[in-house]
Nanobody, 124 residues
Framework: QVQLVESGGRLVQAGDSLRLSCAAS????????MGWFRRAPGKEREFVAA????????YYATSAKGRFTISRDNAKNTVYLQMNSLKPEDTAVYYC?????????????????WGQGTQVTVSS
């Protein structure tokens, strides 16, 4: 079992930056690939970014490339999502998730554990 707790979400203005954190507890953190997903009001959950167990490989949604950076600190059992140049369309609840499987980390089904989410609101 892995417990995930996100933090860092808040109301910001367009163009601002924000860093989300996800603290993990339970099993050995570096056993898991980690991902960030988001769900905007009235929309389905979508992939944002993912990072492999030791941070060697990262994946990004098209909407996140060039603006968001995912990273992890295995010594702190934490994964981060640095978000720059935020836009109103980035408004969503952001979730982190943990996967102990190999394969396509852009799919939510690859992840067994999910956090409760943190709200990010970007005003125009």
């Amino acid at each position: 079992q892995v417990q995930l707790v996100e933090s860092g979400g808040r109301l910001v203005q367009a163009g601002d930056s924000l860093r989300l954190s996800c603290a993990a507890s339970g099993r050995t953190f570096n056993n898991y690939n980690m991902g960030w997903f988001r769900r905007a009001p009235g929309k389905e959950r979508e992939f944002v970014a993912a990072v492999t167990r030791f941070g060697s490989t990262t994946y990004y949604a098209t909407s996140a490339k060039g603006r968001f950076t995912i990273s992890r600190d295995n010594a702190k059992n934490t994964v981060y999502l640095q978000m720059n140049s935020l836009k109103p369309e980035d408004t969503a609840v952001y979730y982190c998730a943990a996967s102990n499987k190999e394969g396509d980390l852009k799919w939510g089904l690859a992840y067994a554990y999910w956090g409760q989410g943190t709200q990010v609101t970007v005003s125009s």
